[in-house]
């Protein structure tokens, strides 16, 4: 069985340093959480950074757990010299891009943004074209 080195097994298991982690909360707690019910429970997942997931019995805890989950992952960008994603509503837009579909494609496009719990069609559209940028 492959073992890990040392220093990679240091990194996983030790706390952040807590000014870092202190830094991070603050810069989460700016992000915007997507939430969504399945089967009386509830999935999270951020605006910022989409593949960042937390869950709950509630509302209240889903948001509580992806926004932790949000700022462990910005405290890791953080100590690696990274710069996190500024959260959105900080991000000025003013260009304007018109794209035509047919009809079954917005209806596609409009149920799978609802499915993943963005509120409109445009954000769902820029968040999966940024992502994919990544």
Not at 64 to 69: D, G, L, R, S
Request: charge should be positive; aromatic fraction near 6%.
């Amino acid at each position: 069985m492959p073992t890990k080195s040392r220093k990679s097994a240091e990194a996983v298991d030790r706390p952040f340093v807590p000014k870092v982690l202190a830094q991070a909360k603050t810069i989460a707690r700016q992000y915007q959480v997507i939430v969504h019910c399945e089967d009386d429970w509830w999935y999270g997942r951020g605006l910022e950074l989409p593949n960042i997931l937390g869950d709950g019995r509630s509302v209240g805890q889903c948001v509580e757990n992806t926004q932790e989950a949000l700022a462990g992952y910005v405290a890791y960008l953080l100590e690696k010299g990274q710069k996190p994603p500024s959260p959105s509503r900080e991000g000025t837009r003013t260009q304007q891009v018109n794209v035509r579909l047919t009809a079954e494609e917005k209806l596609i496009l409009e149920s799978t943004a609802k499915r993943k719990g963005f509120q409109g069609l445009s954000d769902f559209i820029r968040a999966a074209a940024v992502e994919s940028a990544k």
